[in-house]
Nanobody, 124 residues
Framework: VQLQASGGGLVQAGGSLRLSCVAS???????MGWFRQAPGKEREFVSG????????YDAAFLKGQVTISRDNAKNTMYLQMNSLKPEDTAVYYC???????????????????WGQGTQVTVSS
């Protein structure tokens, strides 16, 4: 399985972006998620979704600001981000877990496949 993240870019504070993560293989039964890593900081969990899409979880510091979704027919996961702030600037990574299915996975070590990341830059 290979993951390709896209949709990042430069946006002004208060703006929105929609990230996409396309899988080359079949990930419809995998739990998936988004992480981010800012310069000089550790990678942190952003949002996760179960294989069916029925279960989702957003990091507390982003609740109400992001919406995660997936379209298994297209092998694609999305992250809609609104009201972006300069502190949201980071490289955003998508990931898939072949072990976990109908749960939300919040720990990076529990993911098996990672995308290359897409840069999100929010200007003030």
């Amino acid at each position: 399985v290979q993951l390709q993240a896209s949709g990042g870019g430069l946006v002004q504070a208060g703006g929105s972006l929609r990230l996409s993560c396309v899988a080359s293989g079949r990930v419809s039964v995998y739990a998936m998620g988004w992480f981010r890593q800012a310069p000089g900081k550790e990678r942190e969990f952003v949002s996760g979704i179960s294989w069916s899409g029925r279960n989702t979880y957003d990091a507390a510091f982003l609740k109400g600001q992001v919406t995660i979704s997936r379209d298994n027919a297209k092998n694609t996961m999305y992250l809609q981000m609104n009201s972006l702030k300069p502190e949201d600037t980071a490289v955003y990574y998508c990931a898939a877990s072949r072990v976990y299915t109908e749960v939300v996975v919040r720990t990076a070590n529990d993911y098996d496949y990672w995308g290359q990341g897409t840069q999100v830059t929010v200007s003030s």
